[in-house]
């Protein structure tokens, strides 16, 4: 087929598809630039309006931007000039005078060289109004292959996320079906999410959108013959064979226009098997109570046949869709516009037949269900995945479960085990919050402990919750806030935070959901996104020349750290509500021991922690508008309302428990008007309580923050990423090699 007709043929598709599901605008923007890693994307190129600068006052930082105007312009490039990368230990440099005035190319090699870059994207919605969008960021400019987000290997999430077109890992976060994309989402640090994440979790997204029936409707075929041709497309579509395309109407579809004009042409084979899996009588896998697609087929009794029959049909409609979309004969530019047009709801379907695809064979089948014999290329790599889980997770039954594990595993049974282990142990896993609750599902049934009964509830449907076990030690999941905060005294492994300490609150062997509100601070604007590039300048505004005076370096000790900061014990109180259904729910505080006096800290709000990104050649000096005051990890406790007007108050967070303790002023010798976007730098160096601490006192105010690690994020990026997050709190630690012991 000659490429202006595949064109036409395309659009003429997308056209169809646009008619059939109603209303919305179906706006796209231009094709993407080349694929490139997220960590490569390119730093908006930005020219500097010469402006005259008398005073620091007379240059300030831009603020947040003001909803009518939210376009800045760029600044030009390094000029060629040659600067040997040194990292800086004093400001100003030797050979630079405090009264020197910096060229552009000069002040871009002394401050901005390896700082990262970030960049906000507000990208429109196919199919929706422009009330919808979703908002990303990337980064650039930091000279090196890390970045804010957990290795999806080591970190044990790579089947937490699916891009929607083609194979390998996503390039950019809007390429994945999951949203938002938690190939980008798991901070590198335990209990941490990314700085696109954080920007991602304040889109506006539709709500799905159903399609007209045109009459497209199927065949009544039975479970031999969807299996016969299941295994027939193993080997892949002969796209190239009209005849063997039209057997979709011969076999599965009913043909509307079968007498006059049949649908022999992929084009309208496409479209068609789009219409006939709209229909509401099929599985919405969009829906989260269906996203656990085994528990559909695990059952093989003849009660579970009708249910059985429809998901493996499902499944063979959405595997033909699948191979058609992505046929040799279609150019990548034509897959990725038809794949926007495709409706969300049948997008899920694809994932499920692309996991299908590439992890599971048919071995064997007839007209039942006991009948049918599958091949799971993954186990094997998944018997090994959780293995290494259990082990990280110093799992209290450990040998037993090893053992009954690999009995398991000899005898073929794994994948009878339970709905939970057959998704974990076959790969048919969609994208997104269940995967965690999989695997630690897969071990809690594979267990032989009789304890483990009562673990039997957890479900992604109530991902705020942990478990104790044999009163050993607890467990939590990632989005839950005791496993966010709990987390630098922990591992994170497959969405998971553990093992924690135990709790007296909790049986041995007991579920607890915890109850909390949102964070009440600023909601991230597409004004802020958009502009955070802009508010994160490590230059600052335009200007014609640069004031070395303008600048400062910022070298935290971290010699000089708190000592005297211990965790004493993690309270669970009984909450009043009482759940519809499912595990008890509670809410949750720490206690700490503060120079030998007790303070508790409400785990109250559900705040967010954000990796920051890291940065190279540094320290890197911090323009004077970037407005902050640091405090030592055990000062914070006598802090109230942070970042709000409030917070000149000067009484404890709490009442201390077993004595009394003076507070301390928030910053000596402030200013009268107080800057609502200061950040407050704590220094949590030395020991993980000490940054357990800063965390728990987040979640106590509803603030969110940027946790940075002084051995690869400098100070300075630190609190420029807090700019850009629009957070007013960064939370400084110091790795040391035996915290991986």
Not at 82 to 103: D, I, N, Q
Not at 624 to 647: C, H, M, Q
Not at 722 to 739: F, G, H, M, Q, R
């Amino acid at each position: 087929m000659s490429e202006p007709k595949k064109k036409g043929l395309w659009k003429g598709l997308m056209r169809r598809l646009s008619t059939a599901q109603g209303s919305g605008s179906g706006r796209l923007e231009k094709d993407p630039p080349p694929p490139r890693r997220v960590s490569d994307a390119d730093a908006p190129p930005r020219r500097r309006k010469p402006e005259r600068h008398d005073a620091p006052s007379s240059r300030r930082r831009p603020r947040r931007p003001d909803p009518r105007d939210s376009k800045g312009k760029g600044r030009e490039q390094p000029n060629g000039h040659k600067y040997e990368p040194a990292p800086l230990s004093e400001w100003p440099p030797s050979g630079v005078s405090s009264e020197e005035e910096l060229t552009l190319g000069h002040a871009m090699e002394l401050i901005s060289r390896g700082v990262p870059a970030h960049k906000g994207h507000k990208r429109p919605i196919a199919h929706a109004s422009d009330h919808y969008y979703g908002l990303y960021t990337t980064t650039a400019g930091n000279h090196g292959d890390d970045n804010d987000a957990a290795n999806q290997h080591n970190a044990m999430t790579q089947l937490t996320t699916l891009k929607i077109q083609g194979s390998g890992p996503p390039n950019y976060p809007w390429e994945t079906l999951e949203q938002p994309s938690l190939a980008f989402g798991y901070g590198a640090r335990p209990g941490t999410i990314t700085l696109n994440h954080w920007a991602s979790s304040f889109s506006a997204i539709p709500p799905l959108i159903g399609l007209r029936d045109p009459g497209v409707a199927p065949r009544d075929v039975d479970l031999e013959q969807i299996f016969d041709r299941l295994k027939q497309l193993e080997g892949g579509l002969e796209d190239d064979n009209e005849e063997f395309l039209y057997r979709l109407y011969k076999r599965f579809l009913r043909d509307p226009d079968k007498v006059f004009s049949p649908h022999k042409t992929m084009e309208r084979q496409i479209t068609d098997l789009v219409m006939c899996l709209s229909s509401p009588d099929w599985i919405d896998f969009s829906n989260p109570k269906n996203q656990v697609a085994t528990k559909f087929i695990y059952d093989t009794s003849a009660e579970n046949q009708e249910k059985y029959h429809k998901f493996f049909y499902q499944l063979l409609l959405s595997l033909e869709l699948e191979l058609r979309i992505n046929s040799r004969l279609h150019t990548d530019w034509a897959k990725e516009r038809l794949i926007a047009q495709i409706p969300p709801r049948i997008q899920w379907n694809l994932a499920l037949a692309r996991r299908w695809r590439d992890f599971v064979r048919v071995e064997d089948y007839g007209e039942t269900a006991e009948q049918i014999k599958l091949r799971f290329k993954l186990k094997k790599r998944q018997v090994k995945m959780l293995k290494r889980f259990a082990q990280m997770m110093k799992w209290p039954n450990l040998t037993e479960t090893l053992e009954e594990l690999k009995a398991r595993d000899v005898e073929g049974a794994l994948i009878t085990v339970s709905s939970h282990a057959m998704a974990f142990f076959s790969g048919l896993v969609l994208p997104g919050p269940t995967f965690p609750f999989l695997i630690m599902n897969s071990l809690i049934d594979i267990d032989p402990d009789k304890a483990t009964d009562n673990l039997a509830l957890l479900t992604h449907l109530h991902p705020h919750c942990g478990f104790q076990y044999r009163n050993s030690y607890t467990y939590w999941s990632s989005s839950c806030i005791v496993g966010k905060v709990l987390a630098p005294t922990c591992l994170e492994a497959a969405g998971w935070v553990g093992p924690a300490r135990p709790s007296q609150d909790l049986g041995r062997s007991q579920i607890a959901r915890i109850r909390s509100r949102k964070p009440r601070q600023h909601v991230l604007t597409p004004e802020d996104v958009t502009s955070m590039s802009d508010r994160s300048d490590p230059l600052g505004p335009p200007a014609k020349v640069f004031p070395v005076s303008d600048y400062a370096l910022l070298t935290p000790d971290v010699d000089d750290y708190i000592d005297t900061v211990r965790i004493e014990q993690v309270n669970l109180k009984a909450a009043n509500d009482k759940p519809d259904s499912g595990p008890k729910i509670f809410d949750a505080s720490i206690q700490f021991a503060i120079d030998g006096v007790s303070w508790p800290l409400h785990l109250s709000f559900d705040v967010s922690f954000i990796n920051a990104w890291p940065c190279s050649d540094g320290p890197h000096p911090l323009f004077f508008d970037y407005e902050y005051t640091t405090r030592k990890a055990d000062e914070v406790i006598n802090i109230l309302d942070w970042g709000k007007p409030s917070s000149k108050k000067r009484s404890p967070v709490s009442s201390p428990v077993g004595g009394s303790k003076p507070a301390k002023p928030i910053v000596e010798d402030e200013d009268e008007d107080e800057d609502e976007e200061k950040v407050l730098v704590i220094e949590a160096f030395g020991i993980s309580d000490n940054e357990v601490l800063a965390r728990a006192w987040c979640s106590h105010w509803g603030l969110s923050a940027v946790v940075a690690d002084v051995g690869k994020t400098c100070m300075a990026c630190a609190i420029r990423e807090a700019y850009a997050a629009t957070l007013t709190v960064v939370i400084l630690v110091e790795d040391l090699p035996e915290d991986a012991d």
